[in-house]
Nanobody
Framework: QVQLVESGGGLVQPGGSLRLSCTAS????????ISWFRQAPGKEPEGVSC????????YYADSVKGRFTISRDNAKLTVFLQMNSLKPEDTDVYYC????????????????WGQGTQVTVSS
C-alpha cells in the first residue's frame, strides 16, 4: 500500500522551530519530486518547498525563503522540512506529496499525499 505519513507538527511560539518529517511506505522516493504544501480551511493548497526528483535541487516559496530547509534521505524513505523563525502566518495544515514531475508547486502534479500535520505558531 502506497502511503505518505507526516509527523512533527505542533504548537510553537513565534520565532521558534519545528522539523516536519514525511515517510514513505510502499514505494521508494528515488524518482519522485517531493513537495510540502500548506492549506488553510477553504483555500487552495500553497506550495511551500520542493526537492526535485532528478538532482536534488530545492525550491521555496518567497514567503519561506531563508527560514525553511527541505532535505531528503532516500535510504530512510524520508523527506524533512526544517522550519525556523516561525511566524503566526505559517500556521496551517502541512502536507507532503510525491509526484513524477521533476518539480512543481502545482497540486495536480502530485500522485500521493499524506494526511497532513497541524502547525500552529502562537504565543
Amino acid at each position: 500500500q502506497v502511503q505518505l505519513v507526516e509527523s512533527g507538527g505542533g504548537l510553537v511560539q513565534p520565532g521558534g522551530s519545528l522539523r516536519l518529517s514525511c515517510t514513505a511506505s510502499g514505494f521508494t522516493l528515488d524518482h519522485y519530486a517531493i513537495s510540502w504544501f500548506r492549506q488553510a480551511p477553504g483555500k487552495e493548497p500553497e506550495g511551500v518547498s520542493c526537492i526535485s526528483s532528478t538532482d536534488g535541487t530545492t525550491y521555496y516559496a518567497d514567503s519561506v525563503k531563508g527560514r525553511f530547509t527541505i532535505s531528503r534521505d532516500n535510504a530512510k524513505l524520508t523527506v524533512f522540512l526544517q522550519m525556523n523563525s516561525l511566524k503566526p502566518e505559517d500556521t496551517d495544515v502541512y502536507y507532503c506529496a510525491a509526484g513524477t514531475s521533476s518539480w512543481s508547486f502545482g497540486p495536480n502534479e502530485y500522485d500521493y499525499w499524506g494526511q497532513g500535520t497541524q502547525v500552529t505558531v502562537s504565543s
